[in-house]
């Protein structure tokens, strides 16, 4: 007697969209699925959704507070260019709570579309950091807000926003720093992926190098913090409630390329507690600094 058999299926290969496959998650779809879910939002959800670098509005009270000390007490506000803008949350609260006369350039697309469906009122144009397309001293300041360890090259961008700056004006950076290389890294890139804890393509610049640089582009650094930040627990639980309704409407889209992806917002959430968990490890912290334009 013979067995019987055995025939394979043969199943279709099923191709990875281009968000499974690693294409970046948070400035690809997110922010048009944000935009299209807008409209269910309150205006508080909507700014603490849009706030992808700072976070918290501490460090937008601290750099408003800033830009109010050095301006002098008869100075009226002058324009603040806000480089690398995301979704226009700090821009547009920094606008709404400050009366801030804030102008957005920032180089996503999407981005840029949603910051223009969330916060109408304030002016965002397309434009890279290293070629900003702004006269030189239109403005009486500028933020960088978690931009520095996404730019190729960094000098440029202080360089860039120093022209687009008037004499005595103000810059205002924050990001994640490295305060050292791990010594376990030896021999490969530690922050670009190269390190396990750090997503891939993230570049996060050591403390001494940024500091450096800032003083080496036309800024001399006034007030710099250096230290984890306390979260805005309102804004955090905010941003999680508007995740939440994101995914589900996401669950509702096709599968596909362009499409956006259920797995891949997962995995950009787990890139978020990696880069947390090299947080907590003291690998990198957070610098906030204010410098004077000479
Ligand atoms: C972490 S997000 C911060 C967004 C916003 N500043 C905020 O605080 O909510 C970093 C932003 O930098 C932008 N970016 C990346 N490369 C850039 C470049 N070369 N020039 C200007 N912005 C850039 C990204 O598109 C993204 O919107």
């Avoid at 709404?96 to 804030?102: K, P």
């Avoid at 001293?137 to 978690?146: C, D, N, P, T, Y």
């Avoid at 907590?280 to 204010?290: M, N």
Wanted: proline residues 7%; charged residues 25%; aromatic residues 6%.
């Amino acid at each position: 007697m013979t067995s019987p058999s055995r025939t394979r299926t043969a199943f279709p290969a099923v191709p990875l969209c281009r968000w499974c496959a690693g294409a970046d998650v948070e400035f690809g779809w997110y922010p048009s699925a944000l935009l299209e879910v807008a409209d269910a939002l309150p205006a508080s959800a909507r700014l603490a959704a849009a706030c992808r670098g700072t976070g918290d509005r501490p460090l937008l009270v601290r750099v408003a507070d800033a830009l109010d000390r050095y301006r002098g007490p008869s100075t009226a506000p002058g324009a603040v260019l806000d480089v690398g803008a995301g979704f226009g949350g700090p821009a547009a609260w920094l606008r709404r709570e400050r009366g801030l006369a804030t102008f957005g350039v920032e180089p996503s697309q999407d981005a840029v579309a949603a910051a223009r469906g969330l916060f109408p009122w304030v002016p965002m144009v397309r434009g890279d950091a290293q070629r900003l397309p702004v006269a030189d001293g239109a403005f009486e300041a500028a933020l960088v807000l978690g931009v520095v360890s996404l730019v190729d090259d960094v000098r440029r961008a202080l360089l860039e926003a120093r022209r687009a700056v008037r004499a005595g004006g103000v810059l205002a950076l924050t990001d994640y720093v490295g305060l050292d290389v791990p010594a376990r890294s030896a021999g490969r890139d530690p922050w670009s992926g190269g390190h396990p804890l750090l997503p891939p393509g993230t570049k996060v610049r050591l403390l001494r190098d940024v500091l450096a640089t800032v003083e080496a582009t036309g800024w001399v650094v006034a007030e710099s913090v250096v230290g984890p930040f306390e979260p805005d627990e309102p804004w955090v639980t905010e941003r999680e409630d508007v995740d939440r309704v994101v995914e589900s409407h996401v669950a509702r889209t096709p599968h596909g390329l362009g499409a956006a992806c259920r797995r891949a917002l997962r995995a950009e959430r787990r890139a978020r507690a990696r880069f947390a968990e090299a947080v907590d490890g003291g690998f990198v912290t957070r610098l906030a600094l204010v410098a004077r334009a000479v």
